[in-house]
T-cell receptor, first 112, second 108 residues
């Protein structure tokens, strides 16, 4: 079954701990993205990658880190430096920047 | 800076009552105008991409249109299952910029 898979769906962490969200796709898309969604706000871009071993900061990259060691994988680490990490995180894939992107089912992160 | 404004924020309709959602945008170098549907707790589901003014696309009870400054998502004779948040986004040179969405509720 082709598509994009995020895991875990729900994640709880204590304040001060780093946490990594997984995103895997099997459609051979070049571009992958991480967005954050908060109530009443639009999706905000955290990081994006157009090619393996390369990625760019989005609008709210502070407190986050990513890697793109394989084309199919784009994990996001929420570090302890992120001041307000509790949110709904969405991973997406697409062919090239600026064109249609397709989202995963999202991961809920709650920091207590 | 690319900007997207969606209105209204929320819309309640009776089943069968047609209406339109608005998406106004400013972008340098439009590469596409995108509509998504998002159900609570789920990732956005792709609906349409529009590329140039005058273009229209349809899917079941939904029709999207595009002008140089805005896009409309028309919903004809909606059913309760059309209840969702509808997101609009514009594709610029490198990335998509999203609006905050319109939360649509269809009352049986």
């Amino acid at each position: 079954d082709g598509g994009i898979t995020q895991s875990p769906k729900y994640l709880f962490r204590k304040e001060g701990q780093n946490v990594t969200l997984s995103c895997e796709q099997n459609l051979n898309h070049d571009a992958m993205y991480w967005y954050r969604q908060d109530p009443g706000q639009g999706l905000r871009l955290i990081y994006y990658s157009q090619i393996v071993n390369d990625f760019q900061k989005g609008d709210i990259a502070e407190g986050y880190s990513v890697s793109r060691e394989k084309k199919e994988s784009f994990p996001l680490t929420v570090t302890s430096a992120q001041k307000n990490p509790t949110a709904f995180y969405l991973c997406a894939m697409g062919t090239t920047s600026g064109n249609t992107i397709y989202f995963g089912e999202g991961s809920w992160l709650t920091v207590v | 800076e690319d900007q997207v404004t969606q209105s209204p924020e929320a819309l309640r309709l009776q089943e069968g009552e047609s209406s339109s959602l608005n998406c106004s945008y400013t972008v340098s170098g439009l590469r596409g105008l995108f509509w998504y549907r998002q159900d609570p707790g789920k990732g956005p589901e792709f609906l349409f991409t529009l590329y140039s003014a005058g273009e229209e696309k349809e899917k079941e009870r939904l029709k999207a249109t595009l002008t140089k400054k805005e896009s409309f998502l028309h919903i004809t004779a909606p059913k309760p299952e059309d209840s969702a948040t509808y997101l609009c986004a514009v594709g610029g040179n490198e990335k998509l910029t999203f609006g905050t969405g319109t939360r649509l509720t269809i009352i049986p």
